[in-house]
């Protein structure tokens, strides 16, 4: 989803940084520039390094929100006793980008939800200071991970403005950044 938005954006001339999870989609556009990292702790920091001079964030990835604490270099070996894994949070980039945003800057978040899912995307939404969320459901047969397509809801501060059905990703993708384009726009207005 996070490459279908990009290439949108891209279509239309905006100039794009994708900071990507290791995945092996590839980029067609020129105006897509690619920063490759591994860890929730790099796409916290790369976030960082180049929110400030964006025109806004579209936070797509699914960044796990707890790591382990120790990391093994070796297999660790079966044995016949219970083995724990000690797990401490991940930085939560969507909330750190929402104390740092300007008022001209537009943050839009996604939510992967299974319950409450309308409730629970609004509370992140506000929780995390961003103009727009994108609600994917995991109950949404044919949406979401591993598939071609998808099927979302969008949701400002007022509740939800937009539904798609089950659509590709590419057109969803074009749902998205219109829902985007208008959000910035009432926002530009207001600075």
């Known amino acids: 989803m996070g490459f279908a938005i990009a290439e949108r954006f891209a279509a239309l001339g905006a100039k794009v ?5 290791p ?6 556009n020129p105006l897509i520039h690619r920063i ?10 790369q976030t960082l390094l180049y929110f400030g001079e964006c025109n806004g964030a579209v936070m797509v990835a699914a960044v796990a929100d707890f790591t382990p604490v120790i990391v093994e270099n070796q297999k660790i070996k079966r044995t016949t006793e219970n083995f724990s894994i000690e797990l401490r949070p991940n930085p939560d980039i969507a909330a750190t980008l929402g104390k740092l945003k300007r008022k001209n800057q537009i943050l839009v978040g996604f939510a992967l939800e299974t319950n409450n ?10 929780r995390k200071n961003l ?12 949406s979401g ?8 809801k969008i949701l400002d501060k007022t509740g939800i403005i937009c539904t798609s059905g089950l659509k ?3 057109e969803i993708a074009v749902d998205i950044v219109n829902k985007i384009i208008e959000a910035e726009n009432f926002i530009s207005g207001l600075s």
Do not use: P, R, W
């Open 131 to 142: 103009d727009l969320i994108i609600l994917n459901s995991l109950n949404d047969k044919g």
């Open 17 to 21: 940084i994708l900071i990507a999870g």
């Open 145 to 152: 991970f591993q598939y071609d397509t998808n099927q979302i």
């Open 117 to 126: 899912e309308d409730k629970n995307a609004q509370l992140k939404l506000h």
């Open 168 to 170: 590709q990703k590419s």
């Open 23 to 28: 995945v092996s989609l590839k980029c067609s």
């Open 36 to 45: 490759d990292v591994v860890s929730a702790e790099e796409m916290y920091e």
